[in-house]
């Protein structure tokens, strides 16, 4: 069976083809939004849904050509439902849905950390379960056990700020614009490691949570003396 993807979730409009008799994925691509957002200093929702719409059918014709299939031969279509942009989801859903209707095909609604968790299943040294997934995802960053597909148990999570939300929010504070993670890790790349003391949280702990408040507030203390 070929399964075609499509994910809307935020200021990326990806669409994939995945074939199921040998278990790979046969094609898939994606659009980024960067460039629209940059002027702005982030993702503005309602023009993440408006440009959804104008690459879904140009995407999922690519991915087909790519893969030398036709929609015809579609055999389920798979979308994130959810978490993410309100609009920007509704727009992948009344797609997969009318695509769905039109083909007589089943269309099933996936939550897309549960699509993180399960991803590595598609590389080329897929884990056996269980394993361990660390997911860190726009405003999650959690510790998974994964025994199966269905089955999963938190390990651990941040008790304040996801890891991704500080790293935003210090490339911010820093003036390094958007997307400012990119920038922030190429400037990483060229510091001077122990110069600043960074605290490190929850080290200590006897649990497998996360804590990101207090480093942003460290950076901030330490970029406003530095002036």
Do not use: N, W
């Amino acid at each position: 069976m070929l399964v075609l993807g499509i994910e809307t979730s935020c200021d990326e409009t990806g669409v994939a083809l995945y074939d199921a008799a040998d278990g790979r994925l046969a094609a898939h691509a994606v659009h980024s939004q960067v460039a629209m957002h940059e002027a702005y200093g982030g993702v503005v929702p309602e023009l993440a849904s408006r440009d959804h719409i104008q690459r879904l059918v140009p995407l999922t014709r690519l991915v087909l050509e790519r893969a030398h299939r036709s929609m015809a031969e579609l055999g389920g279509i798979g979308y994130t439902e959810g978490p993410g942009l309100a609009g920007a989801l509704l727009v992948g859903d009344s797609y997969a849905q009318a695509l769905g209707l039109a083909l007589g095909i089943p269309v099933i609604g996936i939550h897309h950390l549960e699509g993180h968790l399960l991803s590595p299943l598609l590389s080329a040294r897929r884990p056996q379960f269980p394993f361990v997934a660390l997911l860190v995802s726009g405003g999650h960053t959690q510790l998974m056990r994964v025994d199966g597909v269905g089955e999963y148990r938190l390990l651990g999570e941040t008790q304040d700020d996801a890891a991704g939300e500080a790293f935003d929010k210090t490339a911010k504070l820093l003036g390094l614009g958007y997307p400012g993670g990119p920038a922030l890790s190429a400037l990483a790349e060229r510091g001077q490691p122990g110069r600043y003391a960074l605290p490190r949280p929850m080290l200590a702990s006897s649990d497998l949570d996360f804590s990101f408040s207090g480093l942003k507030t460290a950076v901030l203390l330490l970029a406003r003396k530095a002036g």
